[in-house]
């Protein structure tokens, strides 16, 4: 807005909200500001630009209608961990896992990033609400955004659009403002880059505000702010505060052959197989999974005294490497009805995309990078965090439990990670508390959804590490608190599972995707009362026979190493966990202490 223009209109007599929109306008300078509607008229205006600019190119609409294929800067590839703050009025409230900057001094900061950051651009009003319009607190927001890429995402992965607003406004709603700019302004006559970007990036929050501001990256995790700036770093704060659980996990309908049904969710960190066991298709006869979410939980205790869970989301953003018609035939059937966004994979000359693991690779492609790529090449055609953006309810396999306000009553949770020894197929937590100690030193190697490096086994507590937004070690005591204050026997069963542990030759030794339905199985059956299991120093594992292995391809060798305890490896893991509980000093809950003696003890040190 330059001083001469007319004073624009608001579609809205929301003032909070048009205060916060007049407020980064004239600190950020974009020459527009459009209030989006999620009209169709609108994603065709959006997706037309963004392939004027570059950022798009349509894919053939006879193999992928309505889909488009887009690149980005080398350096915006994946979450920025390092450079993710809680801003906490007192450090301590940020605890020891998060970077921290006093929420003055990094406002000084950012409002000077962000001075003038969207001269030459549009800026984009997105009126969204994660979570059912219909809830009995629906949970609004407005995301403020320079980046006509991350506006059509955003279109994809949350309920947004004018009549989100219209309600914002009738009820005078209030909302979380998040403020994002790729930080990359243009002079007048300058033409714009594909991907536009900032060498600095900022992704904070600040938890007491209920406030986001990013800068500098158009990536999903760092940009389409509902999810998990949202959805897990602001609402761990306000479900911390009011008592209930916002979590990064999968939710999972599984009927059995008899059909009884059970809700499942499950915590796996970033590209550790949520989104694949979410659509999971059952090798084993009779059973059936619907999806009902694949990245984020919000459970609140029902007045029915169970966990009911809802999906916040409006969208699937996959990892695309390794989906094809055998690991995730569902997602496949998904991306292929259209209407889809695909970033960092490869394009095809037939206009289609192509990833490494999917079925029939191209003689020709381009790769994400803009080079071109053969299946000789000895580089990727696509990055290994590259990512489909597609619509949930195109999703053949959702749940119609899906639409439900109220969400559904979750029977277990399983935690799990990707490491190569150690931690067998599956094992089951004694109870509550020792199941929040199995999420509290939950350890995964690192993968490439974050910037750093990759396959370095680290604490990844609940799949939240980079996700919750305060003090871990009041995370943990909201979780024991969970158990206390409520009913154990109405509470989910708590699991653990490790897809990813590897033989000798470094080959997995479990073959996973689909044939982790026998695991589900062996899991109702414990709820059940029905399956065997051994009790192990870790919890109970199942005894070889305990697992349906009918028609399994697996050697009986081979399963007892995935099922194996060795008592050895798991002694190595004690001081590790020692040295992850001391960081937390005071805050620690000492019923985590008591249980990591209860594991030394037998164990037999
Ligand atoms: P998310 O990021 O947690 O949703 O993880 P995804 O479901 O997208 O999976 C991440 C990567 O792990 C993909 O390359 C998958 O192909 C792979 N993956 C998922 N499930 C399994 C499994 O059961 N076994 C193995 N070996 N790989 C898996
Ligand atoms: P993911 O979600 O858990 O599906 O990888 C994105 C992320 O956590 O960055
Ligand atoms: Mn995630
Ligand atoms: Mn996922």
């Not at 929040?436 to 750093?452: N, R």
């Not at 030759?505 to 299991?533: D, T, Y």
């Amino acid at each position: 807005m330059t001083a001469t223009q007319a004073p624009i209109t608001h579609p809205t007599t929301h003032q909070g909200i048009v205060d916060f929109v007049n407020e980064v306008a004239e600190l950020t300078r974009p020459d527009r500001i459009q209030w989006c509607t999620g009209s169709d008229e609108e994603w065709t205006e959006l997706t037309q630009t963004l392939m004027a600019t570059g950022t798009f190119t349509q894919l053939n609409p006879a193999i992928k209608p309505n889909s488009f294929y887009a690149a980005s800067d080398p350096i915006d590839v994946a979450r920025v961990e390092d450079r993710t703050y809680i801003c906490s009025v007192d450090p301590h409230d940020a605890g020891p896992t998060n970077n921290w900057m006093a929420p003055d001094e990094m406002k000084d900061l950012m409002r000077g990033l962000y001075a003038g950051c969207m001269r030459g651009r549009t800026m984009y009003v997105i009126p969204f609400v994660m979570g059912h319009l219909d809830a009995e607190k629906p949970m609004f927001g407005i995301e403020l955004t320079d980046s006509a890429y991350v506006t059509a995402s955003m279109r994809v992965m949350a309920r947004m659009g004018s009549h989100v607003l219209e309600r914002m406004t009738e009820l005078d709603a209030e909302f979380v403002p998040a403020i994002h700019s790729v930080g990359h302004p243009l002079e007048p006559g300058e033409a714009d880059v594909a991907w536009p970007c900032n060498d600095t990036k900022y992704i904070v929050q600040f938890p007491e505000e209920r406030a986001i501001w990013s800068f500098g990256s158009g990536y999903g995790g760092n940009a389409l702010l509902g999810k998990k700036c949202y959805a897990l770093r602001i609402a761990s704060v306000m479900a911390r505060d009011e008592g209930w659980l916002a979590e990064h996990m999968l939710i999972l309908k599984l009927t059995s052959p008899q059909g009884v049904v059970k809700y499942v969710a499950a915590a796996f960190p970033s590209a550790c197989g949520k989104t694949n066991l979410a659509m999971l298709k059952p090798t084993i006869p009779g059973w059936k999974v619907e999806s009902i979410g694949d990245d984020i939980a919000w459970m609140r205790i029902g007045a029915d005294g169970r966990l009911w869970a809802v999906n916040p989301e409006y969208g699937f953003f996959g990892v695309a490497p390794g989906t094809n018609e055998h690991t995730n035939p569902h997602a496949m059937a998904t991306i292929n009805k259209g209407n889809s966004v695909f970033t960092n994979v490869a394009l095809t000359e037939d206009g289609d995309i192509w990833w490494e693991g999917l079925e029939n690779p191209p003689a020709k492609a381009t790769s994400w990078k803009g080079e071109e790529w053969t299946p000789e090449s000895d580089f990727d055609s696509s990055h290994p965090n590259s990512r489909y953006c597609t619509p949930i309810k195109q999703c053949d396999i959702l749940a119609p439990e899906f639409d439900d306000p109220r969400g559904v009553p979750i029977d277990a949770i399983l935690f799990g990670g990707r490491r190569k020894t150690t931690v067998p197929l599956v094992f089951e937590a004694r109870d509550w508390t020792h199941g929040t100690f199995l999420g509290a030193t939950l350890s995964s190697e690192t993968t490439a959804a974050a910037v750093g490096a990759v396959g370095v086994v680290r604490r990844d507590p609940m799949a939240m590490l980079p996700f919750i937004g305060y003090n871990a070690g009041d995370y943990f005591s909201h979780w024991i608190n969970v158990g206390k204050d409520n009913d154990a026997a109405k509470l989910p069963k708590i699991f653990y599972v490790n897809w990813f542990r590897r033989d000798d030759e470094g080959g997995f030794l479990w073959p996973g995707f689909g044939e982790n339905s026998r695991v589900l199985k062996w899991v109702v059956e414990r709820i059940e009362g029905q399956a065997a299991a051994v009790e192990t120093p870790i919890g109970h594992v199942p005894t070889p026979d305990s697992l349906d292995t009918e028609g399994l391809d697996m050697s009986r060798a081979a399963l007892e190493a995935a099922l194996a305890v060795d008592p050895e490896e798991w002694a190595a893991e004690i001081p590790q966990i020692q040295e992850w509980f001391e960081k937390f000093g005071d805050d620690l809950p000492a019923v985590l202490w008591t249980e990591l003696d209860g594991l030394r003890a037998r164990l037999g040190g």
